[in-house]
């Protein structure tokens, strides 16, 4: 089992009192899995992306990665998992824009101990897959919005992660674009056989995948798999 | 994440605000100037003084007259020794006193050909030549034989083959000291020069044909004295002031009325004065680069503020707290090494531009430009530890989620 967690609990303070965003979340994800997250706003997606991203820490309950129990490691081991066993893509991109689509593409690699000399080759690797081979030294804005999320989607692959995760990355794009989008994670599911989690709230979109699972209030309400 | 990439991520954001960065950089920029110019000039003044001294040498032993109570002070001029006083002093059995010489100076007007000017005319009895060390350039020194005969002769500065003969060698040349003549015997060899002392443009006589020809009475203001050896010095002191006391009369019980001072004790009264200068002048370099590296923890602020979004983002593929940590802090001591190299340029033109105009020697500043690097790096690592810390410490989700 990739994935599993038991009983997430997240509270947020907000002021005296405190939120409950999760309720006590079970979920079990095998290896190269493609689930979509769906559910209204504020139900708690991209709470549970983060707790499963190890970007953020549950309240209450066990979240095990590969076996590892994830409350157990330090800052620094977290950062190692996130740098090299996870690949995020953001709603709204996230590129620096001073830098160039190939550097914004080599990013982890500098929190990484990947060899200098491989980085470049494996950078162009990556976006050639995403269909951005001829616009290395580009800066984002010179690129569409569609554009920039390859790039952006070319950065969660250079690592070669285990797993993807997706927060909404249609959700700042047209119809199209979205459909190119979705038709990449499609392809590296398929391709790298990697785990990708998806963020959507159209109907549409989770129908690239193989499972759609449902939050609403901080609990799990439907998880299923399609054919 | 290795050093070169922590330089080109400070490089490409500094280079993306040059302006800023070039703001932030103006306090130390200011402060690192000031450290060097100071530096530079300081070592200078000290270093011309050392150079005037050093045409004494370390046995020599001044004595003036009057009693001087404080260190470093201007003799008392009512004061004075008599040439006889001191031809005893000469002819007196001494046991740690090789040399000694008296002098006595006025400015008196000098003419030469057409042109008329104001000289300083040093009129200089016993061993002054050797004591100073004077060599000839041309023609010969002042001798003993022409003290004794009172020779209307001459010994000029270098200088003056520019400044007053038109260039050309004045030895055997006749000039007119304030109305009388005197010829040109030689001219000796350029000296060492400080802003204080300048012999090279000297017009040196014996003392007795000054005192015969230029002014009435035999009055020397300055009498000084060469111990055998530098470690007698403490001794050739004591036996100045016995020997002084016996021929002026002083009694038993009375004071000297004369100070003996040796080199060393003259220098170091100077330094203190020099200390005392540069030391006020550094505390206010030291406030500039206190202003600079508040001013370098303000702008990080600004830039870490204004970069949430960026720290979160690299934590969230990878970055650990102390790559973010040394991101910023290298990006501060970037600044203020570009601030110090920048300071360290202008203070080195400025300090050179100083010592020309105050007639110093100009200095190789090694050690300013290496004390600028070290105050420049430093600043940015003190001033910048606490935003880069607090940048570090930021939560990856709060700051993605800032806008
Ligand atoms: N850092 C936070 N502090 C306080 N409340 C938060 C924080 N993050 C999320 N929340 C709240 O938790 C709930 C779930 O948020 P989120 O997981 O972002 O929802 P979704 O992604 O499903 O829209 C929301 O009500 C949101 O306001
Ligand atoms: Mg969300």
Redesign the interface.
Known sequence: MLISLKNIHKSYTIGSGSYLALKGVNLQIEKSEFVAIMGPSGSGKSTML?IL?C??TPSEGTYHLNGKNVGTLN??EL??I???QIG?V?QSF?L?P??SVLDNTM??F???DVPKNERKKRAVESLEKVGLGSKLDNKPNQLSGGQIQRVAIA?SLV?KPNIILADEPTGNLDTKTGDEVMDIFSRIHSEEKATIIVITHEPEIAEYTDRTIMLKDGLIVNDTKSA | MDFIDHITISFTSLRSNVFRTFFSTLGIIIGVMAVVALLGIGKSAQRSIELSFDSFGSNSIYVVPGQQSDNFGPPNLADTFTLSEVDRFIDYPKKYIEGIAAQTFTNFRVQYGNTTESQTILGSHGDYIEIQNFEAEYGRLLTKKDSDQRAKVALVGPDLIEDFFNGENPVGKTMRINGTSFTVIGVFKKKGTSSFDNPNDDIMIPFTTYSQYLVSGDNLSLVSVEAIDPKFVEQAKDETRSILRKIRGVGTNQEDDFTVRDSGEILSSINQITGIFTGFLSSIAAISLLVGGIGVTNIMFVSITERTKEIGLRKSIGAKNRDILIQFLTESIMVTLLGGIIGICVGIILSFIASKLLDLPTEIYLDAIGLGVLFSVIIGLIFGIYPAQKASKLNPIDALRYE
Request: charged fraction near 20%.
């Open positions: 983060h991203g970007l953020d800052d620094n950062s190692t996130r740098n090299s995020f953001f996230n620096l001073k830098f990013l982890p500098l929190y990484s950065r690592m």
